[in-house]
């Protein structure tokens, strides 16, 4: 398994919701990484987990709140996001937080924040 | 190339035409590079990664050029198919404290033309 799977594919929610990303991997990787993707411009990078820690998280606002329950899954909580927030959420892992190798992305979740 | 303010840069191209896109990278202490191909709707994709020891790497069509000198990274593609057009990102992994980051170029639109 090589795949890095994100759900939902597609959430729209209204600006005081809670709702959460999923992501998972089976590869037995050990770094994973919430970006945010707006239309035509480049992934940004969010948090990264090291070992099921919070490495980095890049002055994120705190309506974003991730979680890694355990090595192959990374969530994302969302709570009271505004429509500026809408986005492609994108996953991934890579096989150590220190190594040089790639990382392997999901196909995302499409967020439309009404 | 670089995106500059909603507009990617776009490289067009006749279907068995060769295409080059350009990366200029920022982080001198990079030591790592990857470009992604990323096809609408979808997570981006890993097409070839270089380390900076390295000047030139080969894959199948595929060629990635690194210049430390000018901080500049340029991928090559052999024979461009339909295929092939998709937006294309470089990414460098730098190292701080908290371990490795991997950090997006501000992408190419390919088309090819048939």
């Known amino acids: 398994d090589t795949e890095v799977t994100q759900t939902p594919k597609h959430l729209v929610m209204g600006m005081t919701n809670k709702k959460s990303l999923k992501c998972e991997q089976h590869?037995?990787?050990?770094?994973m990484y919430w970006y945010k993707q707006k239309a035509k411009k480049p992934p940004e990078l969010m948090f990264v987990?090291?070992?099921?820690?919070?490495?980095i998280n890049e002055s994120v606002p705190s309506r974003f709140s991730p979680e890694c329950p355990n090595s192959s899954l990374l969530n994302l909580h969302l709570h009271a996001l505004q429509p500026e927030d809408s986005a492609l959420y994108l996953c991934?892992?890579?096989?150590?937080?220190?190594?040089?190798?790639?990382?392997?992305f999901g196909q995302g979740t499409r967020l439309t924040v009404v | 190339g670089e995106s500059v303010g909603l507009h990617l840069p776009t490289l067009s191209v006749q279907e068995g035409d060769n295409s080059i896109i350009n990366c200029a990278y920022s982080?001198?202490?990079?030591?790592?590079f990857i470009w992604y191909k990323q096809e609408s709707g979808k997570g981006p994709q890993f097409i070839i990664d270089?380390?900076?020891?390295?000047d030139k790497r080969q894959g199948q069509r595929v060629t990635v050029l690194l210049n430390k000198t000018v901080k500049h990274l340029s991928l090559q593609i052999a024979a461009t198919q339909p295929g092939d057009s998709a937006v294309y990102f470089c990414?460098?992994?730098?190292?701080?404290?908290?371990?490795?980051?991997?950090?997006f170029g501000g992408g190419t639109r390919l088309m090819v033309k048939p």
């Open positions: 990414a460098e992994r730098g190292r701080n404290n908290a371990g490795n980051m991997l950090t």
């Open positions: 987990y090291s070992y099921e820690k919070l490495s």
């Open positions: 590869m037995g990787h050990r770094a």
């Open positions: 991934a892992s890579s096989p150590s937080p220190i190594g040089n190798t790639e990382a392997f």
């Open positions: 270089i380390r900076s020891n390295m």
């Open positions: 982080n001198s202490a990079s030591d790592y």
